[in-house]
Each structure stands twice: as structure tokens, then as C-alpha cells.
């Protein structure tokens, strides 16, 4: 395999930002590509991998190229550009076994809601309708529109514009306060390995590590006997372990007793309408902002906000 991580150099223009882009070397840098016959993967997760120490320059600079042979049978790898910590250069990772148990969860920030221009987000996210025919698909169709807003939203505020003086002085603020923190974090970690911990007031034993590092290890699912066969796919054993589940919760009894209803309580018809009113547009937002500042709503404030809006 014919492959290198760090470039100084770039492909095309929309690889740096508030950054010079020389043609020539860039030319330089496409025919060396071409001639050594390297192929690249598509890079996800981030657009640049490189930030100044000014906080102004972002370039993509880290890529993954390989030859045919390898590309050939790892058709399906995964190049991923990771978040950055303390370093200029964002943590890449090439993997050519991708495991996917399905979309990760989405979470909505409160902080999100100080920033300019969130709310008009929200809004073109709730235009969306698909080919709903039923009220559940359409929230279904509108969660995922204001995912969808939100995080194009998020990747233009990120990457597609400069910073400003103030969030200049804030990301150096920021930064020098975090690298502090893992200043003092190596510290105490060089005095646990130089010392007998156990005697410095540790007071979880070597024998509890032990137990939760087998927990760790037991409880991971690597893979199941399914039918006499060693299954590692994901969706396969899912759905065997749905079809499983499934079994456990069949009901042999097909009719039940009924309870008549007389002498419960019942509410009036006018109670009844206002169980699926619809709610204005003030009520919306109240629900949002009485969430609290010390938590996050995630996908149950978001659908609780929207379910307001029928």
C-alpha cells in the first residue's frame, strides 16, 4: 500500500480557508498523485483538518492515499477526520471494517438557542412534509428536516465562514484554559505511575479493576451462534435478537376479559377537544425555554416542542 497522511500542500482551492492558494504547487502536488497512481477515500466527519494557531487558516492537508490493490479490497473503508483537542491537527482514522448498529442519537443544545439564527433553522426544518399520510409520519418527516437544518447550520457556522475578533480571543481563551487542564491532568498521572497508588488513597483496589475491566470485556457483543454459525453482521444479528425478543412477548391468550366502564370517571367533550388542540406558536417556545439552562432537551425536547405545533 502506497499511502501518506500529512501534506503540506493541497488539491484545490476549496481546501483552505483565508488561506493562499498557489495553482502551481497544487498542480505539482495533483500530478505527483497521478503519477504514482494513488487513489484517495472521501474524507468525512470534518471539511478542514488543519487550524492556525491564530485561529483564522483551516486546510485539509491530511488525507489517505493508496494504490488500487488496496482500494480494490476495501471498497467500503471509512476515512474519518476526528474533533480536535490541543493540537493544530484534527485525529484521522482509516478504517476498512465499518460496524453500524444504525444512526447515533442526535442531541439539541441549550446554548444552541443564544445563537443567532437557530430559530430560523427550527422553522425551515418544520417545513418539511415528505409523503406523510399519517400524523406520526409527519413528525417523523419534520424531526428529521430540523436534523437535517441543524446540522448544515452547524457545519456552515463551523467551517464555511471566518471568526471574529471576539470569538478569536475567546478560542485562545478557551484553549490555553484546556491546555492548562491537561497540564495538570499528566502531572497527576506521572505521580499515580511513579508511585504506589494503593498507598496514595486509591480506594478502589486492583482486584475491583480487574472485575470491571471482565465486565468490559464480557460484555461486548463481538458476535452470535446463530443456526450453527458464527455471525458478526450487525443487522443480522439485530434482527435475530428482534426476532428473538419478539417470541418472548407473544400473548397465548387471544381474548381477554373486559372491564366494563361504568362508574369510572370520564372528562367532559370539551376536555376531550382540547387534548388535540392546537397550540400557538408562544406555548411553543415557553415549553422550549422552561427546559432549564442545566440540561439539554435532545430528541425529547425537540419532539416535545413540535408535537406543541399540531
Same mark, same amino acid.
Given at each position: 500500500? *502506497?499511502?501518506?497522511?500529512?501534506?503540506?500542500?493541497?488539491?484545490?482551492?476549496? *481546501?483552505?480557508?483565508? =488561506?493562499? /492558494?498557489?495553482?502551481?504547487? $497544487?498542480?505539482?502536488?495533483?500530478?505527483?498523485?497521478?503519477? %504514482?497512481?494513488?487513489?484517495?477515500?472521501?474524507? $468525512?466527519?470534518?471539511? /478542514? +483538518?488543519?487550524? =492556525?494557531?491564530?485561529?483564522? @487558516?483551516?486546510?485539509? #492537508?491530511?488525507?489517505?492515499?493508496? !494504490? !488500487?490493490e488496496f482500494i480494490s479490497k476495501w471498497p467500503n473503508a471509512t476515512f474519518r477526520a476526528l474533533e480536535r483537542t490541543l493540537s493544530d491537527h484534527s485525529p484521522i482514522i482509516l478504517a476498512t471494517e465499518t460496524t453500524d448498529f444504525g444512526p447515533i442519537s442526535f442531541r439539541f443544545f441549550n446554548s444552541w438557542l443564544e445563537i443567532p439564527g437557530v430559530e430560523e433553522v427550527v422553522k425551515k426544518g418544520l417545513t418539511y412534509h415528505g409523503n406523510a399520510l399519517f400524523k406520526d409520519q409527519l413528525l417523523g418527516y419534520k424531526l428529521k428536516g430540523?436534523?437535517?437544518? #441543524?446540522?448544515?447550520?452547524?457545519? $456552515?457556522?463551523?467551517?464555511?465562514?471566518?471568526?471574529?475578533? &471576539?470569538?478569536?480571543?475567546?478560542w485562545r481563551t478557551s484553549k490555553n484554559k484546556v491546555r492548562e487542564w491537561f497540564r495538570r491532568k499528566a502531572k497527576d498521572i506521572q505521580q499515580k505511575a511513579r508511585s504506589?497508588?494503593?498507598?496514595?488513597?486509591?480506594?478502589? =483496589?486492583?482486584?475491583?479493576? +480487574?472485575?470491571?475491566?471482565?465486565?468490559?470485556?464480557?460484555?461486548?457483543? &463481538?458476535?452470535?451462534?446463530? *443456526?450453527?454459525?458464527?455471525?458478526?453482521?450487525?443487522?443480522?444479528?439485530? @434482527?435475530? #435478537?428482534?426476532?428473538?425478543m419478539k417470541t418472548k412477548f407473544l400473548e397465548p391468550v387471544e381474548s381477554r376479559a373486559r372491564i366494563p366502564s361504568d362508574g369510572f370517571s370520564k372528562i367532559s367533550?370539551?376536555?376531550?377537544?382540547?387534548?388535540?388542540? @392546537? /397550540?400557538?406558536?408562544?406555548?411553543?417556545?415557553? %415549553?422550549?425555554?422552561d427546559c432549564g439552562s442545566d440540561k439539554a432537551p435532545g430528541p425529547d425536547g425537540i419532539t416535545f416542542a413540535v408535537i406543541k405545533k399540531f
Open positions: 500500500m *502506497d499511502s501518506n497522511w500529512d501534506f503540506n500542500e493541497v488539491c484545490v482551492p476549496e *481546501d483552505r480557508c483565508n =488561506s493562499v /492558494f498557489d495553482s502551481n504547487n $497544487a498542480s505539482h502536488f495533483n500530478n505527483f498523485i497521478g503519477a %504514482a497512481g494513488l487513489l484517495e477515500y472521501p474524507m $468525512a466527519g470534518r471539511r /478542514f +483538518t488543519f487550524l =492556525s494557531g491564530d485561529g483564522k @487558516k483551516m486546510s485539509k #492537508i491530511n488525507r489517505a492515499l493508496v !494504490n !488500487n430540523i436534523k437535517e437544518e #441543524i446540522k448544515i447550520w452547524r457545519k $456552515a457556522l463551523a467551517e464555511d465562514r471566518g471568526l471574529e475578533e &471576539n470569538e478569536v480571543e475567546l504506589r497508588w494503593i498507598l496514595d488513597g486509591d480506594e478502589n =483496589s486492583r482486584y475491583f479493576h +480487574t472485575i470491571v475491566n471482565c465486565n468490559i470485556a464480557r460484555n461486548k457483543l &463481538n458476535g452470535l451462534w446463530i *443456526d450453527g454459525n458464527w455471525i458478526t453482521c450487525p443487522l443480522v444479528i439485530m @434482527k435475530h #435478537i428482534q426476532e428473538n367533550e370539551t376536555e376531550a377537544k382540547q387534548l388535540i388542540a @392546537k /397550540f400557538s406558536r408562544e406555548e411553543i417556545k415557553k %415549553a422550549v425555554w
